[in-house]
């Protein structure tokens, strides 16, 4: 058994459209983004996470980022069902969606989303989102986690 292999960094994603969980990956491992790994949408993504928490001995995401496409508040209902868990864990949340405004971000946050970020149908713009999911990702990082 391969210690350092079972403990790599991943991060985990809960997104309700296969296409766009697909595109959305291939763009965060383009910008150095770890493993991702796909936990479908809310229900499945919500029943996954929880049993990945409730193991003390998994392998914990680093970043879970959540996309939920299946209505206007489907990302807001799904980070407050979560918002404890994964509080209690420390592993940060961040949601993708449409742009929104200050109230609709507040919102977010105030369920328990670290950071929000936006869909854009314009791929340089999508691609700097991506950018930046990588980048609170990095910035986020247990620093006792470092050579392990």
Do not use: C
């Amino acid at each position: 058994m391969n210690d350092y292999v079972e403990n790599m960094p991943f991060v985990a994603l809960v997104d309700d459209d296969q296409h766009s969980a697909h595109l959305l990956t291939r763009m965060l491992l383009a910008h150095g983004s770890p493993d991702i790994q796909w936990y479908g949408g809310a229900a499945d993504g919500r029943l996954m996470l929880a049993n990945v928490l409730a193991n003390p001995t998994a392998n914990w995401p680093g970043l879970l980022i959540v996309d939920l496409k299946a209505h206007s508040g489907a990302n807001l209902e799904f980070v407050a069902s979560i918002q404890s868990l994964a509080r209690q864990k420390g592993v940060p949340v961040v949601v993708m969606t449409q742009p929104l405004d200050r109230a609709g971000r507040d919102a977010l946050h105030e369920a328990g989303a670290s950071a929000v970020f936006f869909r854009h149908a314009e791929l340089d713009a999508y691609r700097r989102e991506a950018a930046g999911i990588v980048s609170f990702w990095a910035r986020s990082q247990r620093l006792d986690a470092v050579g392990m």
